[in-house]
Structures are given as structure tokens and as C-alpha cells.
């Protein structure tokens, strides 16, 4: 059942409801509940009907009383999501998934992910719903906001990071401590790989490019602990995921020896009926397959009438429910009294670094956000535009100028009113500026025009005598509490004026000509025009770039993103890359950096490598130069652990300390596969003093050098040419590392 259907807040006080008591009557107990406090559209809870985030643990409780009177008294594991932040009203929301791969800082990603965690606990939450194992490889697709990069090793650095901030423990048999929740990742696997971009669409991709890609994340969220994984809807070459014995008991359980709980997707185990006779059937697929626990499913209950039929053994049953309860006791569940007393409103403190509950102080998360939001933005060109000066008139223009809801991304809770700590793009410059030189015009919707006229000539009438016009464009996943819905929760009715977000997948990645018109327009007035695209997808920018003189591009910043984005237009702080790939034009896909080497020409009418590769960026001032001899290890020490060292220079000849993602590329050259054209093999974020030199040291181990064809990395001969620089192929002054052999060869010297 669904957690906001079960309890509700009447009179000051929690209520359980005659749902809650149906399904316990019907089960004797309630092993797990989702989204007690869940708020959004499709749950239709808001702030006037929801329940305050300082009482949330006596909404919890209630439930929790109930089941122990009438029930069975086993304590209930109580489910939230958090793709980007507790999804609750008061709930922090974070920068998406793209911005902070954007940022590529793992830290940073550990300590917002602890942040959450206690925000979470102290209000009664067990386990968080994180996303984080999708790879972004069609930019059509409208969950793109919800990956952390294209790129399986970027994705890979920071999900391990998310795991180890929320859960705070090591390894998978680590108790998680009542400052921390439980992760379920999702989604596994090979969702990003959708025919067409379509959401839940089947991955028709071999082995080798689902254990190089698509496991990878999952495989180091295993090894970082993770309490649990999210079997996706998408099938893998015909397969689902939720019946894939061979993914989810083969090869995370018996090859990478983890063992924690595998959840099917809302309604995923009733969405096998279509390769099932009957629901008994498919309940048996799934629990045989290694599904654990079910979200909402009907077919799921009939496990009863599936093993008195032999379609599945009793055994198989005990094994999921055994670890449902390692679980529960994993948390400390068993044999603590449920709390009567409500959590401590998180960040009460107002103490630099204190906690109330094991909650952040308040201030402290909001240093983080922040600063993450300033991580997530890409300057791609500045024009000689930018830093903009002081005492400027500018135009601030654009569907996306001021329209807070466009930077928060889908599954986000309605923001408090009053809202003190976001901004818009023009609220920050507005701020930064004086109202008096900052003009205003909105010019059109995302998807098309306004109805107003003359909304183009306001515009223009903007641009006109300004110094700097700043266009503010790009997408939203604003969902609306008039939107229709899907039975699980995804955009399935007209969301007009949505772009991005799950059931949001487009055909076209093109900015719609509508905004473009803004674009003409805003030049028509004469002014240099700063274009800033606020958006959860990868867009087609081509065009774009031939009307503008300085581009910023920036995945949905958070509720702080327009004063991340004014920062970077103002101070020059703009130090994100690009988490994945810009297609050249719509027709121009797939276009991930590290797509296969082609023996073809490409397109007679488009130039495929006018695209934006992953890692795209303007740091001005900044300069980095791979050093030394190129390294040799051989593979029988790669697999005990070693690594292969190299060392790149990095020079910043600004005024002014500059915090940069420093990555490393490479292309293999492995005997009888042809070469992916680049991947990323290692990322660090460092700080740069001005006028100075800083080496950064990298020792590249198993995961960078070995081959991940079978979904865990293994040390093969082999030679990778490696380099630091945007190149999309290797250049000159690259290194060729070596993994030898036992006679201390390569393939490549034989």
C-alpha cells in the first residue's frame, strides 16, 4: 500500500485509516510501508493536508502502534524516496543527480548524502529510495536528470559516495546507526538504455555492454555496502529485470558475493503478466529471480497460491523474508522500543555543526547545497562577456529567468512559503544589480509561445540599451496537483508545459523553436547576449550557439541555483563539465564520449563531432599537463592491487583560488574488441591556488584498467593510451600505460 493513504493528520494528531487497517487485517502485519511522507501531485499531499516535518515520527509511530496491537508486532521498515533529498515537505532539496555529476566532486557527494540521511533518520525513516545506478546513453529520455553522468566510472565514484554518506558504514554487514538510513539503489539494469529513449523500454544490448556500462555503478554500490537494490521495468535483450535470475541471484549475489534485499519498481511484478499466464505465475518469476520485497504489487500477494501449485518453493519464499528481517535488524530495529516522543526538528540548532536528533544543523546542509549548486555550473563559452561588471543594466529574459520550479527537477516536494533561501536567476541578479538595472521579460513558454503579442517585443524593449542581455532557456519537470498520473506516479496526462521527468521522454532534444524566437529576439535589440540553459537533459545546442556569445549550461541547480548561476556570471566561479554528452542535432544519436570506434564516415549532412563531449568546459586561467614516464603494471599485480601511477600538472594563472575537476581519459587497445573512442578512467576535484602549480597524483587500479565485460573488473594485458586534455581522441603527448603479462609484454608487443 501506499504510505499517504495510510495515516493522515487530523486535528493536530495522526490518524490511522481504515486502509491501514484493511491491509493489516487482511496480512496480520505490515512488513513494509512507502511514503508515509511522501508529498508531491501524484501523492496530492501539501503543506495544508500533509504532515509537519517536526511530527513526523509520531505519524510513524502511529502506524507503528497499530501493527503491534493488532498485527503481528514485527516492527515495519518504513520507505521513503530521496532522488535528491527526502521527498517530504520541509525535506531539503539537493541539485540533481546530472548537476552533481556535473561537479564530479565525490566529497562533496558524501557529505550532502550524510546530510540527507540524518534529516531522514531523525524524522523515523529507514530506507531512502536513491537513484544513482542509471546511465544517461539517450538524452531523449526524460529521467536524464536522475543520472549521475553517461559515463559508467563517473557514475560508478559517486554512487559509492551516496552509499557511503547515508548509510555510514563500510561494508554490508555493518549495523547502520540511528544517524543514517538504509539504501535501496535504483534502478538495476540497463534502464538508461531504452529503445528510443523511452522510458521502461526494453535495453537490447549484449553482455559486454551491460557489464561495461550498465553494472558497473551497481557493482561498486555493492562493494560500497549498499543494503539494497531496485530491479528496474526495463527488460535486458528480452528479459525483465524483476524475473532475471540470472542478474539478480547470478551475478550480483553469487559473482560479486553480496547479499542484501532486492525491491521490485512500483507495480513491476503485475507488469510481468504480460510474459506471465496468471499472477501466481508472475509472483513466482520474480521471488525465484531474487525479488524480495514488492512496491504496490497485486501479483506479488499471490505467492501463497503459486507454491501450493509448485511453481515456486517454500524455501525461496523463506530465503526473501530472511532478508527482509537481516534488514529490519541491520537497522537496529529488533528489540528497540518504538520512540513516542517526535524527532527533533532537523537543523534546529542554530551552533555551527550542530545536530539536533542526528540532524545537520540546518545552516550547515544549506553551505553544502549551495555550494554544489556552484559546482553544477558549465561555462561552455564566455564571448569576453563575462565576468559581468558592476553598475551593467542588464536583461534578464527567458521561460527559465524566473521561474523557480524550472531549477528543482521532478520528484521535489512543494517548497515552503514563504521561501527565503531560493532564487531565481533574476531574484540573484535583481539582488546583485539594484532593480533598477535589471529589466525583466518573459518572451515565451518552454514549449511555445505566450499568448501576449507582443511578448517578443517586451523582449526586444528589454534588450535595447542594455549592456548584457542574459536569455535564461532550457527545461522543467514541474509537475502540477492538476496532472494526470500513471499507477506509478509518473507524468501520464498532458503536463503541457513539462519537458524532463519520468513519462516526460522527448523525440526531439532540440531547444523548441519557440525559445529560440526569444533568442532572435533579445539579439534583434542589439545587446551581447549571455545564453544559460537551465535543464535535466542533454539539448541539441548547435543553433543556440550560433545566436549567442557566451553559453552556460547547468542541470537543475536546486533551489539556490539562480544565485549559482549569478555567481558564475558575476565572479567567474563557474567549474562544472559536462556529466554527458551535446548531440550536434536531433537525428545525431547515441553520442556518449565513450561510444564504440566506427568504421563509417558518419552522416553526409551533419558533422557527428560537433557535439559537446562529456567533460566540456571553459576554465579560464586554468591549465593541466599530464607528467612523468608512462607506467607499467602487470596484471597479476593489478589484481592484488596495484595500481599504475601518473601525475598532472595543474596551473592556475588567475587571481584567484579555483576549485576544478581534474579527469583522466583513456582508450583501450584490447586485442579483438574495438575501442570505445574515449572513457573516463579516473575524476578529482582540487583546489588551485592562484599563480601556482598543483601536482595531482593518480593511482589507477583494477577499476580504471581492468576490463568490466562481465560486470566486475578483472586484469587483462592490455594497453590504454591515457590524457587530461578535452580531446575526444588521443593526442600526441598521451601516455601509453601498460598492464603486462607475465613476461612483461603487452598484446599490443608480441
Same mark, same amino acid.
Given at each position: 500500500?501506499?504510505?499517504?493513504?495510510?495515516?493522515?493528520?487530523?486535528?493536530?494528531?495522526?490518524?490511522?485509516?481504515?486502509?491501514?487497517?484493511?491491509?493489516?487485517?487482511?496480512?496480520?502485519?505490515?512488513?513494509?510501508?512507502?511514503?508515509?511522507?511522501?508529498?508531491?501531485?501524484?501523492?496530492?499531499?501539501?503543506?495544508?493536508?500533509?504532515?509537519?516535518?517536526?511530527?513526523?515520527?509520531?505519524?510513524?509511530?502511529?502506524?507503528? /502502534?497499530?501493527?503491534?496491537?493488532?498485527?503481528?508486532?514485527?516492527?515495519?521498515?518504513?520507505?521513503?524516496? +530521496?532522488?535528491?533529498? &527526502?521527498?517530504? &515537505?520541509?525535506?531539503?532539496?539537493?541539485?540533481?543527480?546530472?548537476?552533481?555529476?556535473?561537479?564530479?566532486?565525490?566529497?562533496?557527494?558524501?557529505?550532502?548524502?550524510?546530510?540527507?540521511?540524518?534529516?531522514?533518520? @531523525?524524522?523515523?525513516?529507514?530506507?531512502?529510495?536513491?537513484?544513482?545506478?542509471? *546511465?544517461?546513453?539517450?538524452?531523449?529520455?526524460?529521467?536524464?536528470?536522475?543520472?549521475?553522468?553517461?559515463?559508467?566510472?563517473?557514475?560508478?565514484?559517486?554512487? %559509492?559516495?551516496?552509499?557511503?554518506?547515508?548509510?555510514?558504514?563500510?561494508?554490508?554487514?555493518?549495523?547502520?546507526?540511528?544517524?543514517?538510513?538504509?539504501?535501496?539503489?535504483?534502478?538495476?539494469?540497463?534502464?538508461?538504455?531504452?529503445?528510443?529513449?523511452?522510458?521502461?523500454?526494453?535495453?537490447?544490448?549484449?553482455?559486454?555492454?551491460?557489464?561495461?556500462?550498465?553494472?558497473?555503478? +551497481?557493482?561498486?554500490?555493492?562493494?560500497?555496502?549498499?543494503?539494497?537494490?531496485?530491479?528496474?521495468?526495463? /527488460?535486458?535483450?528480452?528479459?525483465?529485470?524483476?524475473?532475471?535470475?540470472?542478474?539478480?541471484?547470478?551475478?550480483?549475489?553469487?559473482?560479486?558475493?553480496?547479499?542484501?534485499?532486492?525491491?521490485?519498481?512500483?507495480?513491476?511484478?503485475?507488469?510481468?503478466?504480460?510474459?506471465?499466464?496468471?499472477?501466481?505465475?508472475?509472483?513466482?518469476?520474480?521471488?525465484?529471480?531474487?525479488?524480495?520485497?514488492?512496491?504496490?504489487?497485486?501479483?506479488?500477494?499471490?505467492?501463497?497460491?503459486?507454491?501450493?501449485?509448485?511453481?515456486?518453493?517454500?524455501?525461496?519464499?523463506?530465503?526473501?523474508?530472511?532478508?527482509?528481517?537481516?534488514?529490519?535488524?541491520?537497522?537496529?530495529?529488533?528489540?528497540?522500543?518504538?520512540?513516542?516522543?517526535?524527532?527533533?526538528?532537523?537543523?534546529?540548532?542554530?551552533?555551527?555543526?550542530?545536530?539536533?536528533?542526528?540532524?545537520?544543523?540546518?545552516?550547515?546542509?544549506?553551505?553544502?547545497?549551495?555550494?554544489?549548486?556552484?559546482?553544477?555550473?558549465?561555462?561552455?563559452?564566455?564571448?569576453?562577456?563575462?565576468?559581468?561588471?558592476?553598475?551593467?543594466?542588464? %536583461?534578464?529574459?527567458?521561460?527559465?529567468?524566473?521561474?523557480?520550479?524550472?531549477?528543482?527537477?521532478?520528484?521535489?516536494?512543494?517548497?515552503?512559503?514563504?521561501?527565503?533561501?531560493?532564487?531565481?536567476?533574476?531574484? %540573484?541578479?535583481?539582488?546583485?544589480?539594484?532593480?533598477?538595472?535589471?529589466?525583466?521579460?518573459?518572451?515565451?513558454?518552454? $514549449?511555445?509561445?505566450?499568448?501576449?503579442?507582443?511578448?517578443?517585443?517586451?523582449?526586444? #524593449?528589454?534588450?535595447?540599451?542594455?549592456?548584457?542581455?542574459?536569455?535564461?532557456?532550457?527545461?522543467?519537470?514541474?509537475?502540477?496537483?492538476?496532472?494526470?498520473?500513471?499507477?506509478?506516479? #509518473?507524468?501520464?496526462?498532458?503536463?503541457?508545459?513539462?519537458?524532463?521527468?519520468?513519462?516526460?521522454?522527448?523525440?526531439?532534444? #532540440?531547444?523548441?523553436?519557440?525559445?529560440?524566437? *526569444?533568442?532572435?529576439?533579445? $539579439?534583434?535589440?542589439?545587446?551581447?547576449?549571455?545564453?544559460?540553459?537551465?535543464?535535466?537533459?542533454?539539448?541539441?545546442?548547435?543553433?543556440?550557439?550560433?545566436?549567442?556569445?557566451?553559453?552556460?549550461?547547468?542541470?537543475?541547480?536546486?533551489?539556490?541555483?539562480?544565485?549559482?548561476? @549569478?555567481?558564475?556570471?558575476?565572479?567567474?566561479?563557474?567549474?562544472?563539465?559536462?556529466?554527458?554528452?551535446?548531440?550536434?542535432?536531433?537525428?545525431?544519436?547515441?553520442?556518449?564520449?565513450?561510444?564504440?570506434?566506427? =568504421?563509417?564516415?558518419?552522416?553526409?549532412?551533419?558533422?557527428?563531432?560537433?557535439?559537446?563531449?562529456?567533460?566540456?568546459?571553459?576554465?579560464?586561467?586554468?591549465?593541466?599537463?599530464? =607528467?612523468?614516464?608512462?607506467?607499467?603494471?602487470? #596484471?597479476?599485480?593489478?589484481?592484488?592491487?596495484?595500481?599504475?601511477?601518473?601525475?598532472?600538472?595543474?596551473?592556475?594563472?588567475?587571481?584567484?583560488?579555483?576549485?576544478?575537476?581534474?579527469?583522466?581519459?583513456?582508450?583501450?587497445?584490447?586485442?579483438?574488441?574495438?575501442?570505445?573512442?574515449?572513457?573516463?578512467?579516473?575524476?578529482?576535484?582540487?583546489?588551485?591556488?592562484?599563480? =601556482?602549480?598543483?601536482?595531482?597524483?593518480?593511482?589507477?587500479?583494477?577499476?580504471?584498467?581492468?576490463?568490466?565485460?562481465?560486470?566486475?573488473?578483472?586484469?587483462?594485458?592490455?594497453?590504454?593510451?591515457?590524457?587530461?586534455?578535452?580531446?575526444?581522441?588521443?593526442?600526441?603527448?598521451?601516455?601509453?600505460?601498460?598492464?603486462?603479462?607475465?613476461?612483461?609484454?603487452?598484446?599490443?608487443?608480441?
Amino acid at each position: 500500500m501506499k504510505g499517504w493513504e495510510a495515516v493522515r493528520w487530523v486535528d493536530g494528531a495522526p490518524r490511522v485509516t481504515d486502509v491501514l487497517r484493511r491491509e493489516v487485517d487482511r496480512w496480520g502485519g505490515l512488513g513494509a510501508l512507502y511514503g508515509v511522507l511522501r508529498a508531491d501531485p501524484w501523492s496530492a499531499v501539501r503543506w495544508d493536508n500533509g504532515i509537519p516535518p517536526e511530527r513526523s515520527a509520531e505519524a510513524y509511530a502511529a502506524v507503528q /502502534d497499530h501493527v503491534n496491537t493488532f498485527g503481528d508486532g514485527i516492527p515495519v521498515l518504513f520507505v521513503e524516496e +530521496a532522488p535528491h533529498g &527526502l521527498m517530504a &515537505l520541509g525535506g531539503t532539496t539537493l541539485p540533481v543527480n546530472l548537476a552533481l555529476g556535473a561537479g564530479m566532486d565525490a566529497e562533496l557527494t558524501e557529505e550532502l548524502a550524510a546530510a540527507v540521511a540524518a534529516e531522514a533518520r @531523525a524524522r523515523g525513516t529507514h530506507v531512502a529510495l536513491v537513484s544513482g545506478l542509471d *546511465v544517461l546513453r539517450d538524452p531523449r529520455w526524460g529521467r536524464a536528470e536522475e543520472c549521475f553522468s553517461e559515463d559508467p566510472a563517473l557514475a560508478a565514484l559517486l554512487v %559509492a559516495a551516496t552509499v557511503r554518506g547515508m548509510q555510514g558504514t563500510a561494508s554490508a554487514s555493518d549495523p547502520i546507526d540511528g544517524t543514517h538510513v538504509a539504501v535501496v539503489a535504483k534502478h538495476l539494469a540497463g534502464q538508461g538504455a531504452g529503445i528510443g529513449g523511452r522510458n521502461g523500454s526494453g535495453a537490447p544490448i549484449g553482455r559486454r555492454e551491460l557489464g561495461e556500462i550498465h553494472l558497473r555503478p +551497481a557493482h561498486a554500490a555493492a562493494r560500497a555496502g549498499v543494503a539494497g537494490f531496485m530491479a528496474a521495468y526495463n /527488460d535486458v535483450d528480452g528479459v525483465p529485470c524483476s524475473a532475471n535470475e540470472e542478474l539478480l541471484t547470478g551475478t550480483i549475489r553469487k559473482q560479486w558475493g553480496w547479499d542484501g534485499l532486492v525491491m521490485a519498481d512500483g507495480t513491476a511484478i503485475d507488469r510481468l503478466r504480460d510474459s506471465s499466464p496468471d499472477p501466481a505465475f508472475a509472483a513466482a518469476l520474480a521471488l525465484k529471480a531474487g525479488v524480495d520485497l514488492s512496491l504496490w504489487d497485486e501479483a506479488f500477494t499471490h505467492i501463497e497460491p503459486a507454491i501450493e501449485r509448485g511453481l515456486v518453493d517454500v524455501a525461496v519464499l523463506d530465503r526473501a523474508v530472511d532478508r527482509v528481517l537481516a534488514l529490519k535488524r541491520r537497522l537496529g530495529l529488533f528489540g528497540a522500543p518504538t520512540p513516542d516522543q517526535p524527532a527533533a526538528s532537523a537543523g534546529a540548532s542554530d551552533a555551527p555543526g550542530a545536530t539536533d536528533g542526528g540532524a545537520p544543523a540546518a545552516r550547515d546542509l544549506v553551505e553544502l547545497v549551495d555550494r554544489a549548486a556552484r559546482q553544477s555550473v558549465v561555462l561552455v563559452d564566455d564571448g569576453g562577456l563575462l565576468p559581468l561588471r558592476p553598475g551593467q543594466t542588464l %536583461a534578464v529574459v527567458g521561460p527559465n529567468a524566473d521561474d523557480l520550479d524550472a531549477q528543482l527537477g521532478d520528484y521535489t516536494p512543494p517548497r515552503p512559503a514563504p521561501d527565503p533561501g531560493a532564487s531565481t536567476v533574476r531574484s %540573484a541578479l535583481t539582488a546583485r544589480f539594484g532593480a533598477d538595472h535589471v529589466r525583466y521579460a518573459e518572451g515565451s513558454r518552454l $514549449r511555445g509561445p505566450l499568448e501576449e503579442t507582443d511578448a517578443l517585443d517586451q523582449v526586444r #524593449a528589454a534588450s535595447a540599451g542594455a549592456d548584457v542581455c542574459v536569455v535564461v532557456l532550457g527545461g522543467t519537470s514541474r509537475r502540477t496537483y492538476d496532472d494526470e498520473f500513471a499507477d506509478n506516479g #509518473a507524468v501520464d496526462g498532458p503536463a503541457l508545459d513539462t519537458t524532463n521527468g519520468e513519462g516526460v521522454d522527448l523525440a526531439s532534444v #532540440a531547444l523548441p523553436q519557440a525559445q529560440l524566437d *526569444v533568442v532572435r529576439a533579445a $539579439r534583434q535589440g542589439g545587446s551581447p547576449v549571455v545564453a544559460v540553459v537551465l535543464d535535466g537533459r542533454p539539448r541539441a545546442l548547435t543553433e543556440l550557439r550560433s545566436l549567442v556569445d557566451a553559453l552556460l549550461v547547468v542541470p537543475f541547480p536546486g533551489p539556490s541555483g539562480g544565485e549559482a548561476v @549569478a555567481a558564475a556570471l558575476c565572479d567567474g566561479t563557474a567549474s562544472g563539465r559536462l556529466p554527458a554528452t551535446f548531440p550536434a542535432a536531433d537525428s545525431v544519436m547515441p553520442v556518449a564520449h565513450d561510444e564504440r570506434m566506427e =568504421t563509417a564516415r558518419g552522416y553526409v549532412d551533419t558533422d557527428v563531432l560537433q557535439r559537446l563531449p562529456l567533460g566540456t568546459a571553459l576554465l579560464p586561467g586554468i591549465t593541466a599537463r599530464l =607528467t612523468g614516464e608512462a607506467p607499467s603494471v602487470a #596484471a597479476a599485480a593489478l589484481a592484488a592491487g596495484g595500481t599504475a601511477q601518473l601525475t598532472v600538472e595543474v596551473t592556475n594563472a588567475g587571481t584567484h583560488p579555483r576549485s576544478v575537476p581534474v579527469p583522466l581519459y583513456g582508450r583501450r587497445h584490447e586485442p579483438g574488441v574495438r575501442p570505445r573512442r574515449r572513457q573516463l578512467l579516473a575524476v578529482r576535484r582540487v583546489t588551485v591556488a592562484p599563480g =601556482t602549480t598543483t601536482e595531482v597524483g593518480f593511482g589507477l587500479g583494477l577499476d580504471a584498467l581492468g576490463s568490466w565485460a562481465g560486470g566486475a573488473p578483472v586484469a587483462e594485458p592490455v594497453t590504454i593510451s591515457v590524457w587530461c586534455t578535452p580531446e575526444s581522441d588521443p593526442p600526441a603527448h598521451a601516455l601509453p600505460v601498460r598492464v603486462t603479462d607475465q613476461n612483461g609484454a603487452t598484446p599490443w608487443e608480441r
